[in-house]
């Protein structure tokens, strides 16, 4: 089956930076996005991660590894409006998108 | 600025009682997508369109439809809610159907069953 694994949450502290990983098995690899979503709002795209490598744009950033099933995305200088979760999602052989549950990050002041 | 928007934000139905959901775009892409999304869980695909095709998810319930009668507009209809329908409904599009492409997303309207 198809499954993509996030932490549930992570708890940060505001002006630090915080890691969120993700790990993927999918039937084939089209590419791998990230998305924040505000509680009781829609997901807005972050970043979109096809080839190995990190992908910086601004303060965040997120890094690919196709052999390993693995990203990461990175967030710097945290601030209060970064709470919220963060969606990874993989497209598959077929262009299918595939959703992570996400991962819940606190900032404390 | 091109947008996703959706109608209403929330919306409360009786169990069993028919609801549609709208959805419309400036953005003139030519996928459209409804999705499904509880609290801490993924966004579910139900169904979406590559221009007038549909393509619906194997798992989705009968009781959920769909219409795009043009590029812009896309509605959701729920034709006998049940409680275990109640969740946020998200429309996204994206221009092309190839993956690579973000998906843009409404805000979503949020659907209570009493």
């Known amino acids: 089956g198809q499954n993509i694994d996030q932490p549930t949450e992570m708890t940060a502290t505001e002006g630090a930076i915080v890691q969120i990983n993700c790990t993927y098995q999918?039937?084939?690899?089209?590419?791998l996005f990230w998305y924040q979503q505000h509680a009781g709002e829609a997901p807005t795209f972050l970043s979109y991660?096809?080839l190995d490598g990190l992908e910086e744009k601004g303060r965040f950033s997120s890094f690919l590894s196709r052999s390993k099933g693995y990203s990461y995305l990175l967030l710097k200088e945290l601030q209060m409006k970064d709470s919220a979760s963060y969606l990874c999602?993989?497209?598959?052989?077929?262009?299918?998108?595939?959703w992570g549950a996400g991962t819940k990050l606190i900032i404390k002041p | 600025d091109a947008m996703v928007i959706q109608n209403p934000r929330y919306q409360v139905t009786q169990f069993g009682k028919p609801v549609t959901l709208s959805c419309s775009q400036t953005?003139?892409?030519?996928?459209m997508y409804w999705y499904q999304q509880k609290s801490s869980q993924a966004p579910k695909l139900l169904f979406h369109?590559?221009?007038?095709?549909?393509?619906n998810e194997a798992d989705t319930p009968d009781n959920f439809q769909s219409r795009r009668p043009n590029t812009s507009f896309c509605f959701l209809d729920i034709r006998s809610p049940g409680l275990g329908d109640a969740a946020m409904y998200l429309c996204?599009?994206?221009?092309?159907?190839?993956?690579?492409?973000?998906?843009?997303f409404g805000d979503g309207t949020r659907l209570s069953i009493l």
């Open positions: 996204a599009t994206s221009r092309t159907g190839e993956g690579n492409q973000p998906q843009h």
């Open positions: 953005l003139n892409h030519n996928v």
């Open positions: 369109y590559y221009d007038k095709d549909f393509n």
């Open positions: 999918t039937s084939g690899f089209n590419g």
């Open positions: 991660n096809v």
């Open positions: 999602a993989v497209t598959d052989s077929n262009y299918q998108l595939i």
